[in-house]
């Protein structure tokens, strides 16, 4: 891009303008895409159930005991709608999915899959793909288990497939795949059919080579067009690869985010993998959270109708970032962002190399963002020009400020950097 966007009249604007933020000592922080309070009362009446005396589930468990390794069947018959997995082939377990996504990974590294001829940890090297940008804490299980990290475009419908399938048929260290599927973190990206048939068929060297297949979002819907993505266990046995296929879920983003409840989907193969390796560690998970969450949801439809009072709070926030930018930097060709239709994140791309100085002036400014790079494996955008944005926390008065104060460190930004390629 040529810096040469704005005249010498914009610059001073910008500076003068961010001289302004600083005198107002903000302190705003949009670095974590965390629900706001308001989508945490949603689900309050959590806080009172199952209620005294209400203790058995359908099949007559006593939730307070012991036992049930796999979670209550009617809580995963209530997901398996919304995941698309069949019932018996999804677990439901603790709080956390980033906790079972790691210890599915560690598991692996330490007790052979089904089809692996050995464990990954007597591998040379261990490979994962990590389309970018993408999530850092998926990086970050990466990084503690010494899993080299493979960078893979995403297109605006899923990762570049042609260089996927280029990887995973020439590497047998290729073993792993992290994806999210609907609304991605933090592209909004959705999967096509295309996609996920041609991730499902694809041949791998690896024979133990598994997706992470991350559905953080699937029912975090902005715009009441509910989408869909193929179900990828059903493509997977088409294809002939049944167990390829790991689908994680949970409801932190449903109701309480600290005290929800997550869920482990697979093939029959690797969910009694998954099962017999836990049966060691725990007798099973909270039942009555599990109750407490079937009594408050009722079916999948009350899910659904929960995530639209979600939505009603959530699509104004997402109209803001973009009626904001829209209206301070929508000028500045080089600048772009996401319009994401669900998830929790919009992804702001600046000029090349000012990714790291925007979020350097917001942070003096007291705006937080997330460092810049950390959708990346390492911490490194190749072009430092990508800044995640997480609408969902702040009160609406705060986000248009914390708009307001990022828009105005881009065009600083620019301002900058057009005087330094003036100067040269
Ligand atoms: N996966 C993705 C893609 C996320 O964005 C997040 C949270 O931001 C998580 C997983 C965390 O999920 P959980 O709260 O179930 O651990």
């Given at each position: 891009m040529s810096f040469d966007t704005l005249t010498d009249v914009d610059i001073e604007t910008a500076r003068a303008d961010y001289a302004a933020l600083l005198a107002r000592g903000l302190a705003l922080d949009i670095s974590r895409g965390k629900p706001s309070s308001e989508q945490l009362d949603l689900a309050d009446a959590l806080l009172a159930l199952p209620g005294p005396g209400d203790f058995k589930a359908a099949d007559g468990t006593d939730c307070r005991n012991y036992g049930g390794l796999t979670g209550l069947t009617e809580l995963r018959a209530i997901f398996a709608d919304l995941l698309h997995v069949p019932t018996e082939n999804l677990l439901a377990l603790g709080n956390s999915s980033l906790n079972l996504m790691h210890e599915v990974v560690s598991q692996a590294l330490h007790s052979p899959l089904p089809g692996a001829q050995r464990r990954w940890a007597d591998e040379e090297e261990i490979v994962f793909l990590c389309p970018v940008p993408g999530y850092d804490c998926h990086f970050a299980i990466c990084k503690r288990f010494g899993i080299s990290m493979v960078p893979v475009p995403l297109t605006g419908h899923g990762p570049d497939m042609d260089v996927v399938e280029a990887l995973v048929a020439a590497d047998p260290r290729v073993k792993g795949m992290w994806c999210v599927p609907k609304y991605s973190n933090p592209t909004g990206e959705i999967y096509s059919d295309e996609v996920v048939r041609r991730l499902a068929a694809m041949p791998t060297a690896a024979p133990d080579f598994r997706l992470?297949?991350?559905?953080?979002?699937?029912?975090?819907?902005?715009?009441?067009?509910?989408r869909e993505v193929l179900p990828v266990l059903d493509e997977c046995a088409s294809a002939g690869n049944p167990d390829r296929a790991m689908v994680f879920g949970s409801t932190s983003k449903i109701t309480h985010a600290g005290s929800g409840v997550a869920f482990f989907g697979s093939s029959q193969a690797n969910v009694s993998w998954l099962l017999d390796l836990m049966s060691k560690q725990t007798i099973g998970p909270d039942k009555i959270n599990q109750l407490r969450h079937v009594r408050f949801f009722g079916d999948s439809a009350g899910v659904h109708a929960h995530m639209d009072r979600h939505r009603a709070l959530m699509a104004p926030r997402f109209e803001t970032v973009d009626m904001v930018l829209r209206e301070e930097v929508g000028s500045l060709g080089a600048v772009s962002w996401t319009r994401p239709s669900g998830g929790y994140f919009v992804s702001l791309y600046v000029p090349d190399g000012c990714a790291s100085v925007v979020t350097r002036l917001a942070g003096r400014a007291g705006v937080a963002l997330p460092p810049a790079g950390s959708a990346f494996p390492g911490g490194a955008d190749p072009r430092d020009r990508h800044i995640r944005i997480a609408p969902?926390?702040?009160?609406l008065g705060d986000l248009r400020e914390a708009m307001y104060v990022i828009a105005v460190c881009v065009r600083l930004a620019i301002a900058d950097a057009t005087e330094i390629t003036r100067a040269v």
């Open positions: 992470l297949w991350d559905d953080a979002y699937a029912v975090h819907h902005l715009t009441p067009d509910r969902t926390h702040l009160p």
